[in-house]
């Protein structure tokens, strides 16, 4: 029997017919992932909702782990008493009592009872309840339909069950129920916010950074790397993919003319994406793309860049302003990271005013100056590939937790 | 030997010593290198930073490492104050309390020299900050107010809170609180949320010589301390002594977690002391007022250098007040403010404690009290 318990109550998820019972196991699967190291938590997926229960850990622990869980509307934090009506009393007296209450707040109680052997019935039990707590708090009133808090009261077989505050979860949808995608992952601001957003919108993600040493420096690549490990709270461990870019970078400053060397360079990055996607089985790119924000994200060079694929391209970010891009990436810890110093490419290869409307017939025959099919196979072969967990960030810092 | 001369410094530890060794050894890199060697070392000083923000409760970005305590007290005045001078050029006081450590005093006759009206705040008997005089001398004029968590000489803590308190309409006037002293164990009395700058030393709490931190609060602004390649935030420039600098937020950490033990520990020797003291006739200053690791005391007409050598030739090492002054024959700078006759002044002796002092020491100390007492009461 579990001590403590967490009822769950699924977003959208609970309007997805016949597949929901995937989505169930997807969420189901994530929860057991990140509480694992914590203690062995059992996860059990209803119809409507969802019980989280364990034994040792303290509430708030479990509340964390959950509140960057996707797929979730909200949760109840549930207590486990004896099944007397003192116990209930007391229960719901130190639950009310951790509030802090706003003027004139106001409260209900309602009760179910699913053991009828219980000697008082529901009605009995909530105004009995509602008594005991109206005493103890002067200050809250009743109300019946719109009450600040709703002291939910559960007497089943085994024991009763309170609960008092319902925690707002991350919304959207479980973790890996929308497939799979590939994230165009640099140093900035947007694109691990494009990552973010589209976790939460249940694609499982797999970070693509394109390095490009030495003209990019190693800090740079391990900024990628750490960015990643933030988005893997909200998912499972993401897999990291370095493709050496150095070489097309140079080849591209070689033989195209750099007013439409960026032109080239996203295509060709493009092209590559393409090919990840078929080794690794996903189906879609999301970068950060925003539009009107550079030369690249302009109608006409996004329309030109986007030729070499057929493959969807989703940009979460395309209608968001950086300022809203900022408050979501210092909401969710990406901001500090983003923010140092190291660029993710070069001020060698970075064209002085790169052609905001480029033309496709243009930029065709200038890469017909480049062996492109061979420059994006040899990428693709020395492609590296690590996974990365959210613990990553504290294991950097470990080496030094002796010292200090 | 009977180490209490804790005030004037500490022995490094063994554990801070093997650290500073290790980093001096592996992290040898320049941080501001920009190689992975570099990173490292930047990354590790970063740490080091971090931590000391968080134990003294100030954000990473306001903690700054200088070479002493000495070169922390002389930035509030050096540095701060002509940055505060050209902001406000409407307010030409400063306020110093007539207890402040040399660092501070010795800068009176150059911030005058500056244009700046300098006043000294009194302090009682017990060598506590008059706050009544205090609350006269703070006014719409005044820049900065300079004060201690615990006097160096005496040990007497200073009233905190209550100056904040007193601060309280004046949010414009930077408060220095030189916390030197506080570290062994009156950590918590230095963590006021008023106190925009805060000095400490490392050789103080048992880490090794050459650092000092000043911790800055963001709204307070400075000019450069020393011009260079731009370290700490382009304020102090010069090449971290990382391996002192790690060390010391270590030192920092392991004096704060061991407050609960060493206080009243410390407290309990503080009045077996005392108590020995009295028995022979001494005067005990700030008695009731005095940090638990320091004692002041004199014995009437006997000069405190020969009450020094007289404890030595038992193994007892204590000093006369401070130990900056002690070679000087100067006054007793923070006795006299204290209004404590010259005649008497000079026999005295500061005995300072810290964490390793033992029942031993304490044994020793006190036989050598009896002893040498005996000797000049006859």
């Known amino acids: ?404 | 030997m009977f180490y209490f001369d804790n005030s004037a410094t500490t022995q490094p530890s063994e554990t801070v010593m093997k650290v500073m060794q290790e980093v001096a050894i592996n992290y040898f890199a320049n941080p501001s290198s920009i190689h992975f060697m570099g990173e490292k070392s930047k990354a590790l000083l970063n740490s080091a930073r971090q931590q000391v923000a968080e134990l003294l409760d100030y954000k990473e970005s306001e903690v700054y490492f200088t070479s002493s305590g000495t070169e922390a007290n002389n930035w509030v005045f050096q540095a701060v104050l002509p940055a505060l001078g050209s902001l406000h050029s409407d307010r030409n006081k400063v306020i110093i309390s007539s207890i402040e450590h040399p660092s501070i005093t010795a800068q009176i006759e150059m911030i005058e020299r500056m244009g700046y009206i300098v006043e000294l705040a009194p302090v009682d008997e017990d060598g506590v900050l008059d706050l009544m005089a205090l609350a006269q001398l703070i006014t719409k004029d005044v820049l900065i107010l300079s004060t201690m968590s615990v006097n160096n000489e005496v040990g007497s803590i200073q009233p905190l809170d209550a100056i904040a308190e007193l601060l309280k309409d004046y949010p414009q006037i930077v408060w220095h609180v030189d916390g030197i002293q506080s570290v062994t164990t009156q950590f918590e009395n230095m963590l006021n949320k008023r106190i925009d700058l805060l000095s400490l030393s490392s050789h103080k709490f048992h880490s090794v010589r050459g650092v000092g931190i000043l911790a800055k609060r963001q709204r307070v602004d400075s000019e450069p301390m020393l011009y260079g390649g731009g370290q700490e935030s382009g304020l102090r420039s010069s090449t971290e002594n990382l391996p002192a600098i790690v060390a010391t937020a270590k030192a920092l950490r392991l004096s704060k977690e061991s407050q609960e033990i060493v206080k009243p520990k410390l407290n309990m020797y503080r009045e077996k002391i005392c108590q020995a003291l009295t028995h022979q006739n001494w005067q005990i200053y700030a008695e009731q007022t005095g940090s638990e690791h320091i004692i002041c005391a004199a014995l009437e007409g006997v000069p405190g250098e020969v009450l020094v050598h007289a404890l030595a030739e038992k193994s007892v090492i204590v000093s006369t007040t401070s130990a900056c002054s002690s070679r000087k024959h100067q006054t007793h700078h923070t006795l006299k403010a204290m209004k404590i006759p010259e005649a008497v002044s000079t026999s005295a002796i500061r005995i300072s404690m810290s964490h390793t002092t033992s029942d031993e020491d304490i044994t020793a100390l006190i036989n050598a009290i009896e002893v040498v007492s005996q000797k000049f009461n006859k």
């Open chain 1, 1 to 404: 029997m579990f001590q403590k318990q967490i009822l769950i109550h699924y977003g959208e998820l609970s309007t997805k017919g016949k597949n929901r019972k995937m989505f169930q196991n997807k969420m189901a699967d994530q929860i057991r992932h990140k509480t694992k190291d914590i203690e062995k938590v059992k996860v059990l997926p209803h119809h409507d909702f969802m019980h989280v229960k364990w034994n040792h850990a303290s509430y708030e622990t479990i509340i964390d782990v959950l509140k960057d869980v996707p797929g979730i509307a909200r949760f109840e934090p549930t207590y486990r008493v004896e099944k007397t009506m003192e116990a209930i009393y007391a229960k719901g007296i130190e639950l009310f009592e951790a509030q802090t209450f706003g003027d004139n707040a106001s409260f209900k109680v309602v009760a179910k009872r699913s053991d009828r052997t219980f000697e008082l019935d529901s009605m009995m039990i909530q105004s009995e309840v509602g008594h005991v707590i109206g005493e103890r708090f002067p200050e809250l009133h009743v109300e019946m339909k719109k009450a600040n808090y709703k002291l939910t009261v559960s007497i089943q077989r085994d024991a009763a069950y309170l609960s008092l505050i319902s925690v707002q979860g991350m919304g959207g949808l479980p973790y890996g129920s929308s497939g799979k995608g590939m994230l165009m992952l640099s140093g900035g601001f947007d694109s691990p916010i494009a990552g973010y957003q589209m976790i939460k919108r249940g694609l499982e993600i797999e970070a693509v950074h394109f390095s490009s040493p030495p003209y990019t420096s190693p800090q740079a690549l391990e900024k990628a790397k750490k960015l990643t490990a933030v988005l893997s709270r909200y998912g499972t461990p993401i897999k990291f993919h370095n493709v050496p870019f150095a070489k097309i970078q140079e080849e591209i400053k070689e033989h195209i003319h750099e007013d439409f060397s960026m032109t080239v360079m996203r295509r060709v990055m493009l092209r590559i994406m393409d090919q990840l996607l078929v080794k690794n089985k996903a189906m879609a790119i999301v970068n950060g793309e925003s539009l009107g924000q550079v030369a690249s994200q302009t109608l006409q060079s996004m329309s030109v860049i986007n030729e070499v694929t057929t493959t969807p391209i989703l940009r979460p970010l395309i209608a968001v302003d950086k300022n809203e891009i900022i408050a979501i990436a210092e909401k969710i810890g990406t901001y500090d990271i983003s923010n140092e110093p190291y660029e993710d490419c070069c001020t060698v290869f970075a064209p002085k005013k790169p052609k905001t409307k480029p033309k496709l017939h243009t930029i065709q025959e200038m890469e017909a100056a480049l062996n492109i099919e061979n420059l994006v196979a040899d990428a693709v072969m020395n492609t590296e590939v690590m996974t990365i967990d959210e613990f990553y960030l504290k294991e950097q810092l470990a080496e030094f937790d002796s010292l200090l």
